[in-house]
């Protein structure tokens, strides 16, 4: 008995699994038309935490132009064979500054609502970071955790370790081509906010964006 083509798919959106400790598979992968990857960093957490397998979709950027809070797999504009993943929060024309934190969009304060902190096992895995030390107990601590919301009614969850270096920006104009990228774990990404002369990704080039992530 053969399968139906939308039960076939409905099956293969299961996966990714991870099949070993360092190994993922990806049945829908077969098609050509998807791409796995294995998160390694925590620029994305909760996300892509680090350590998750998770499916992008190829995508034509001309036909298909991202848009403000999709998370995008893009060609990393200085380092060749590389490629990023980062929520676009601005596209060409936008301006977008970062006050204590919080996005500056257009002049607007992009809302964040306070959810419950997520708890980050700091001994199982060494790559998640803590906000306060003192808060530590049997090797996990809390992470303060919010919604954001973007002009357009996209939510997504970002994380705050509290002050870092990149919670005050300039005000940045999104140029023609272009797009304004962010990690949601804000204390923890080399994102649009780090210019190219300082080992940043700056404006990421329409054009370089090579997929996508529907369900994030």
Known sequence: ???????????????????????????????????????????????????????????????????????????????????????????????????????????????????????RDIQANPNHRCEDASLIKGGKCPVGRYVETLPNGRSYEVLDLGYGNLDNTRTYTVPPGHLFVLGDHRDHANDSRVPKSDGGIGFVPVENVTGIFDDR
């Open 1 to 119: 008995m053969k399968l139906k083509l939308p039960i076939l798919l409905a099956v293969l959106q299961l996966l990714p699994i991870k099949a070993a400790a360092n190994e993922c598979i990806c049945a829908l992968c077969l098609f050509g038309n998807h791409h796995m990857w294995r998160i390694t960093g925590e620029a994305m957490a909760p996300t892509l935490d680090s350590g998750v397998c998770a499916v992008s979709r190829f995508i034509d950027p001309v036909k298909e132009p991202p848009a403000p809070g999709d998370v995008i797999v893009f060609k990393h504009p200085t380092k060749a064979n590389t490629s990023g993943v980062f929520r676009v929060v601005a596209t060409e024309g936008n301006t977008v500054r970062i006050t204590a934190g919080k996005v500056i969009l257009n002049g607007r304060e992009l809302p964040q609502v306070p959810t419950v902190p997520l708890i």
